[in-house]
């Protein structure tokens, strides 16, 4: 029903930037929170930051949203290699196929390695 498809990951050098994006495609009625979460090797998932609207910037990340485009994007600068982790979108969305239902509906994932 909802698809949500992330680009921009890969690998870079510590001290490098990364964009990531993610944009979301279906069924969508509306969509309330998007964000970032990422997750290490051995790890549990972390959230990086989540958005409703608009853009902001904490520490070395700044998550901005195009709402209409549905699109989250994830700005990371000065990267370091604890920062190496699979990011994943997420975004709580709110469908009418089959009824109204509001769940939080995940990308598949996108590799950032920052090597040392």
């Keep these: 029903q909802v698809q949500l498809v992330e680009s921009g990951g890969g690998l870079v050098q510590a001290g490098g930037s990364l964009r990531l994006s993610c944009a979301a495609s279906g069924s969508i009625f ?30 070395r990340v700044t998550i901005s949203r195009d709402n209409a485009k549905n699109t989250v994007y994830l700005q990371m600068n000065s990267l ?3 920062d190496t982790a699979v990011y994943y979108c ?15 509906y995940w990308g598949q994932g996108t590799q950032v390695t920052v090597s040392s």
Excluded at 43 to 52: D, Y
Excluded at 93 to 100: C, Y
């Design 90 to 104: 997420n975004a709580r969305t709110t469908t009418t196929v089959g009824g109204i239902t509001t769940r939080d």
């Design 30 to 59: 509306s969509i309330g929170a998007m964000g970032w979460y990422r997750q290490a090797p051995g790890k549990q998932r972390e959230l990086v930051a989540s958005i409703m609207n608009g853009g902001r910037t904490k520490g």
């Design 80 to 82: 370091k290699p604890e």
